[in-house]
């Protein structure tokens, strides 16, 4: 009873934290406190309800914002990312040279696969042959080939794993990219477990929303490198976000403001 009443409380747990309304529950300071935001909705004079992102009354902090505002804000950040053409190009360069280089054996391992194959095909032959003619018996015939036929499918597994493994990576490109160029209609469509999974993955530390802006002390080193490429190829004077002693010391595009000291 224990058991199931705790993991009641565990699955109801993880649905408030998840709610459609409130995708950045859980992912949200307070500016003021310092504590986690929480989420509810407040029904106007005429009926109607607004999402609120606020801090929580125990803690005697009245701090809230429109969930709207913080989303649509958020949603603006995510849409001034663009990768051009000649980054696409140099980043799948860049990422197709260290692929190959982690990737040097495969050559090697596919022809090693390709003569036991062989050899196990012309014993294969060989056995038919002998049982055909009568040198061995049903019993012997039949062992012998199962083992060779569970030899030749670990091989023909193996050569799979690794002829997938180099389709994945074009696939890995393709994918990364289409994510970037679209990340706020994707960001928009995704449920809230994604949302938050993209949320996290840029910002590995809580946001900030204040004075309808955000806020954080961290962004993704390799999101910024990205951004930082993009801008100089395009001749643009840098205003992105840079990680310096904890904070940004630049500003990043508009919607995502830097804290400061």
Same mark, same amino acid.
């Given at each position: ?20 309304? &409130? ?7 307070? #500016? ?30 009245? *701090? ?10 958020? %949603?603006?950040? *995510? ?16 990422? %197709?040279?260290? &692929? ?22 012309? /014993? ?17 015939? =039949? %062992? ?21 493994? %180099? ?9 990364? *990219? ?16 994604? /949302?938050?999974?993209?949320?996290? =993955?840029?910002? #590995?530390? /809580?946001?900030? *929303? ?50 400061? #000291?």
């Amino acid at each position: 009873v224990q058991w199931v009443m705790k993991n009641r409380k565990k699955s109801k747990g993880q649905s408030e934290l998840r709610r459609e309304e &409130f995708p950045l529950r859980s992912l949200l300071v307070c #500016p003021r406190c310092g504590r986690h935001l929480t989420g509810s909705a407040s029904k106007s004079r005429n009926g109607s309800l607004h999402h609120y992102y606020h801090c929580q009354k125990k803690y005697h902090c009245d *701090f809230r914002i429109r969930a709207d505002v913080a989303h649509d804000r958020l %949603e603006e950040f *995510f849409g001034s990312f663009k990768i051009q053409p000649e980054v696409k190009k140099l980043y799948r360069l860049i990422l %197709e040279k260290k &692929f190959n280089q982690m990737n040097s054996g495969k050559e090697t391992d596919l022809k090693k696969i390709k003569v036991e194959m062989s050899g196990l095909s012309t /014993k294969l032959k060989s056995l038919n042959e002998k049982f055909i003619s009568d040198h061995i018996d049903v019993a012997t015939y =039949s %062992e012998m080939k199962k083992k060779l036929d569970e030899d030749m499918a670990a091989l023909k597994n193996q050569e799979t794993q690794i002829l997938e493994q %180099e389709s994945d990576f074009a696939l890995y490109i393709k994918k990364g *990219f289409t994510l970037v160029d679209n990340l706020r209609r994707f960001y928009h469509d995704a449920s809230v477990e994604v /949302k938050q999974k993209i949320v996290g =993955s840029i910002f #590995p530390q /809580k946001l900030v *929303f204040d004075q309808n802006s955000y806020r954080t002390s961290r962004v993704n080193e390799a999101f910024l490198l990205l951004t930082k490429t993009i801008n100089e190829i395009q001749g643009q004077k840098i205003k992105n976000a840079t990680v310096s002693d904890g904070v940004f010391d630049q500003a990043p595009p508009p919607g995502l403001e830097p804290g400061t #000291p």
